[in-house]
């Protein structure tokens, strides 16, 4: 098809995008900066991505697309070209047809670029056109195996209905009015933060880059991301975080926390909000703590019947150190408030010191940790001893202290409950003796060690068997299994509207170290982590990754899921 001979600028002002004024300002500002017109309407708000990726498949003659909607979706074949090339270039491709590769781009005008394509896949091309952040959503939800956050406008565009260009002067920042009422950030951060809750989103990420500031939301543990906001509203929508939060917004040369409370579909939603200075401006995340996430019981966590039962019968001894270790973010908290909603009975003192207190259980004495004013981890526990408890809960053992006082409290009657971070539950053991804390305390005060890790689980509306085709040999040598005992018992995430990668919730797999006689004796003596995990599997104790197996079987998850939580992925 010829080429348009209208510039971008007058195809998106005669689509009622933009103004022709606000055409020709960007274009001038274009020539000042070496910007593409695209580019500064794009930074500016006036438009997203997709509108220009629209306008240039109409200049250019070529067909626009939307990779993550059918019937794009199911034409496009990565296996292709080479996965080097997909990822530099930012392009899909969707099979050939008379002898051309139809490939999907998100900058026809990159003439160097498409003689480079043609030069390395020795074909002639075909052209498609999407955004770019659409062909980024695409690869992101195929490298995690789940699917993008539909968005059929930008956020910006949504919430601010464009009232920005109206209402401010787009050449400051500081000239929107972040305090309050209802104007166009506050619309927008508003937004941001109860769609997350409603996507079932865990965190929300909001990233200053060099020419826009990156939202992704964490859903099910995989980072998404869902649009990318304006340069020139960076610090509006920064300060707006900051000063919900209830944090300096001032000051952007220090770490900073806080908390936000907010109403959604009638539901009180607390954020843990921590703003980090990064590069190009303060990168903030709001970590979203919904009241009944804590209080699913012991037996939806992902618990085998045989792990349960031990448990719960360690957890209702009357002393001693329990511990759950794994990585941030691995549900250590769901499993220990979990323990504790079971031990909350009137006869029972529980007392717990955490940093910071993330929910608020009834019936329960939560101790806040505030270095500020000497109000320590140590200091807490110090004090707890005095209140006659009968169980604590220290938030981390993070040093030699901690662990000293929590140690004494487990050897002088009390049951003790912590988190550690280790990779599995025998590195706790020497992880402790590293910290400086004698290994006789050690041995003589843990009663027992989990290890833990989250898996998606596979949307029961839509799975199905998966064929040979499906299934990477790789991740069944992983889990111990063979091709011949996968077929018929192994599923694959399938796209369902409810859940669009084919994976709706998770559950924890585990690793649940009993001590022994034996293990107390290899602790007292500092073996080495092999020969403790040894001992501890030959005294009952299942891996994390045969427990893996079990959900795999079970059709609860997938190979891949195992190994991609268990960091053997390529």
């Known amino acids: 098809m010829a080429r348009s001979k209208k510039k971008l600028g007058e195809i998106l002002a005669g689509a009622g995008a933009v103004s022709k004024d606000d055409a020709n300002k960007a274009a001038k500002a274009g020539k000042k900066s070496g910007k593409r017109i695209g580019e500064v309407l794009v930074e500016g708000g006036n438009v997203n991505e997709e509108q220009v990726a629209q306008a240039l498949a109409q200049q250019f003659g070529f067909e626009y697309v939307d990779p993550n909607k059918e019937p794009y979706a199911g034409q496009i074949d990565l296996s292709a070209i080479d996965k080097q090339l997909i990822k530099r270039y930012l392009v899909l491709p969707m099979g050939e047809e008379n002898g051309k590769l139809r490939l999907i781009v998100h900058d026809p005008m990159n003439l160097e670029l498409l003689d480079n394509l043609r030069f390395r896949l020795n074909k002639d091309l075909d052209l498609r056109i999407a955004s770019k952040s659409a062909i980024k959503r695409f690869l992101d939800a195929k490298e995690s195996g789940t699917a993008p956050v539909q968005a059929e406008q930008s956020l910006v565009t949504e919430s601010i209905d464009r009232t920005i260009d109206r209402s401010v002067d787009r050449s400051m920042d ?180 955490e940093d910071p207190v993330e929910y608020n259980f009834e019936g329960i004495n939560q101790c806040q940790v505030r270095e500020g004013i000497g109000l320590t981890f140590p200091a807490i526990l ?133 001590m022994n006689s034996e293990l107390r004796d290899l602790a007292f003596k500092v073996s080495p982590v092999a020969e403790l995990r040894r001992a501890a599997v030959a005294s009952g104790m299942r891996p994390l990754v045969e427990d893996g197996r079990i959900k795999v079987l079970k059709g609860i998850t997938t190979p891949q899921e195992i190994a991609r939580v268990s960091q053997v992925l390529d």
Do not use: W
């Open 174 to 353: 500081k000239s929107i009015d972040i305090a309050g009422g209802d104007s166009p950030v506050v619309r927008l951060v508003n937004r941001i933060l109860s769609e997350a809750v409603r996507v079932r989103a865990s965190d929300v990420h909001i990233e200053p880059m060099a020419d826009r500031v990156r939202l992704r939301y964490r859903i099910d543990g995989v980072c998404i991301e869902r649009d990318n906001l304006p340069k020139r509203m960076q610090n509006a929508v920064l300060s707006r975080m900051k000063l919900m939060a209830g944090v300096n917004i001032a000051e952007k040369r220090i770490p900073q926390d806080g908390r936000i409370k907010l109403n959604v579909d009638d539901v009180m939603i607390d954020y843990r909000v921590s703003a980090c200075p990064a590069y190009h401006g303060e990168s903030i995340v709001a970590r979203i703590l919904r009241p009944d996430a804590v209080r699913i019981g012991l037996e939806n966590l992902g618990f085998e019947p045989d792990n349960l039962e031990i448990f719960n019968r360690i957890i209702r001894r009357p002393n001693g150190i329990f511990l759950v270790t794994g990585p941030t973010g691995s549900g250590k908290t769901t499993t220990l408030y979990s323990a504790l909603d079971v031990l909350n009975r009137p006869d029972r003192k529980i007392i717990t010191a």
């Open 382 to 514: 110090r004090s707890m001893l005095r209140q006659a408890p009968n169980i604590i809960l220290v938030g981390e053992i993070r040093d030699r202290e901690v662990g000293e006082i929590a140690i004494q409290a487990a050897l002088t009657g009390h049951l003790v409950f912590s988190t550690l971070h280790t990779n599995d539950a025998p590195s706790a053991i020497t992880r402790l003796i590293d910290m400086g804390i004698k290994p006789f305390l050690v041995a003589s005060s843990i009663q027992a060690i989990m290890a833990q890790r989250l898996v998606r689980v596979l949307y029961d509306g839509s799975k199905q068997l998966a064929t040979e085709e499906d299934i990477d040999p790789k991740h069944l040598a992983l889990i111990g299994l063979t091709m011949e005992e996968a077929i018929g018992k192994v599923y694959k995430p399938v796209p369902h509207d409810d859940a669009p990668g084919g994976y709706k919730g998770r559950k924890a797999i585990f690793e649940l170290l009993q």
